[in-house]
């Protein structure tokens, strides 16, 4: 990875969180694997997101690459991340399109720092498009179903 691969702070268009930013840049799994003092890592794709389950302790922020819109790779380390325990960062990067945020929010991704800027209205409207889930996910939002029957 090379240092034009990080994302700075100022690269992160959304974010839905209230601690502070970590301005660390992130370090590649493998990298992260031999270091004690890292605390922010990126995930490729290709990386096992499993790796990092060990350390979710000591990370304050995990960077998920989407090289392209087409590689849904980086939903599955989200998830992954979030139903292990992960409380930090989690930060979506790189071809993120605002009909994915939706889906990325629900994953557990709570910040996004994404290629091309994307439009704050269009965000909104995609967040807020359907009140209702039907699954239990890492935006804790509680299904319909549990509403209903309790």
């Not at 209205?121 to 935006?139: I, S």
Request: aromatic share 10%.
């Amino acid at each position: 990875m090379a240092d034009s691969d990080w994302t700075s702070v100022d690269d992160v268009q959304f974010r839905f969180r209230d601690d502070e930013v970590v301005s660390d840049p992130a370090v590649t799994v493998d990298s992260f694997l031999d270091q004690t003092n890292a605390q922010a890592v990126r995930i490729e794709p290709g990386d096992d997101a499993r790796l990092l389950l060990p350390y979710l302790d000591r990370l304050a922020l995990v960077e998920v690459n989407f090289p392209a819109f087409t590689d849904g790779r980086g939903y599955s380390s989200a998830r992954m991340l979030r139903e292990a325990g992960y409380k930090g960062e989690l930060r979506a990067v790189g071809e993120v399109l605002v009909d994915q945020v939706g889906h990325m929010r629900r994953c557990g991704f709570d910040a996004f720092a994404p290629d091309k800027q994307l439009d704050e209205a269009d965000v909104e409207a995609a967040l807020n498009r359907w009140p209702e889930v039907y699954q239990e996910t890492g935006d804790g939002r509680t299904p319909i179903w549990k509403l209903r029957h309790g």
